[in-house]
């Protein structure tokens, strides 16, 4: 599999999209979206590389060499969490489930602390 097709199913996977919805969010087939994904190793043309970047708030020269990740949304605040995400990505779904309910519990008792300020 080429680094083109890894980047590109990490990031629709990172969208919480699957190969279907994101195929129909950009317009093209889902025959079309598996070339590039497999091990055809087949590259889109331009005009569909900038569908998929713009789709996934990436550069088509991030996607293609790997280099230059900017996204159309500022990350900047969440970098301090991507060597837990990078954990959480390593948990079995019921573990992370858990996590995620342990997490939303946690968060929703510091918004109702804060609404009583």
Sequence with gaps: MSGFSKRLRSEIEYAGLNQKEFAAK???KKRALDAYLGAQQSMPPADVAVKIAAALGLSVEY???GRECKRSVDISGYLK???ILDD???LPEEILEAVKAMIRTAADNERAKANFR
Excluded: A, M
């Design 63 to 65: 996607l293609v060499t």
């Design 26 to 28: 950009i317009g093209i």
């Design 81 to 83: 969490f991507r060597d």
């Design 88 to 90: 959480l990505d390593e």
